[in-house]
């Protein structure tokens, strides 16, 4: 199947620094991708669609200003945690669609991230 | 999209098959079913999908009832490796719409 890869696999930081996480789509172009968090023992939550070439649509409750998303090609997506605090801590993940094979969406392996 | 339900846990002993069932009794007749798995730590795993016809893949089969209010995933020799939180998803075919992950089933291969 298709292969999507994120970067860094994890990151430690101290409260109030920035955290970029990097999606791709190695094989495939992808015009949307996802971003979605997990939090220990709960079940993945849908942040923002990431559009290529134009602005992320934010799930009701994530602040569009804290998570900065931007799609610069149709192989690329980066999320950056801005101001980063210790609730921040999760598991973040990308997912991507092939555009010209069909209906599956593939994941990433996920970031996780830890502010200290 | 369709809401679904997944039993929460299923234990099943390694080399037998593994059966994992989902209600989906509000599907309509443009929603596909859609299996991921997730293994610890790790991101989501496409296993496999289908419309009203049973499916089967290198990994997994997939029953789907006739009157599609419900499905089957089937691994059919499970092994330690199959541990993770399956989940069952419903949705239309649009390109840009996202999936909703409920919480799953939680399957244990046990030695």
């Known amino acids: 199947g298709a292969v999507v890869s994120q970067h860094p696999s994890w990151v430690i930081c101290k409260s109030g620094t920035s955290v970029k996480i990097e999606c791709r789509s190695l094989?495939?172009?992808?015009?949307?991708m996802f971003w979605y968090r997990q939090f220990p023992k709960q079940s993945l939550m849908l942040m923002a669609t990431?559009?290529?070439?134009?602005?992320?649509?934010?799930e009701q409750g994530v602040e569009k200003d804290k998570f900065l998303i931007n799609h610069a090609s149709l192989t690329l997506s980066t999320l950056t945690v801005t101001s980063a605090h210790p609730e921040d801590s999760s598991f973040y993940i990308c997912?991507?669609?092939?555009?010209?094979?069909?209906?599956?969406?593939?994941f990433g392996p996920g970031t996780r991230l830890l502010v200290l | 999209d369709a809401k679904t339900t997944q039993p929460p846990s299923m234990d099943c002993a390694e080399g037998r098959a593994a059966n994992l069932p989902c209600n989906h009794s509000?599907?309509?007749?443009?929603?596909?079913v859609y299996w991921y798995r997730q293994i610890h730590s790790q991101g989501p795993q496409y296993i496999i999908h289908g419309l009203k016809n049973n499916e089967t893949n290198e990994m997994a089969s997939l029953i789907i009832t006739e009157d599609r209010k419900s499905s089957t995933l089937i691994l059919p020799h499970a092994t330690l490796r199959d541990t993770a939180v399956y989940y069952c998803i419903v949705r239309v075919e649009s390109y840009g719409q996202n999936f909703v992950f409920g919480p799953g089933t939680r399957l244990s291969v046990l030695p």
């Open positions: 094989d495939f172009q992808a015009t949307t």
């Open positions: 997912s991507a669609r092939d555009q010209t094979s069909g209906r599956t969406q593939y």
């Open positions: 509000t599907i309509s007749g443009n929603e596909y």
């Open positions: 990431s559009n290529e070439g134009s602005k992320a649509t934010y």
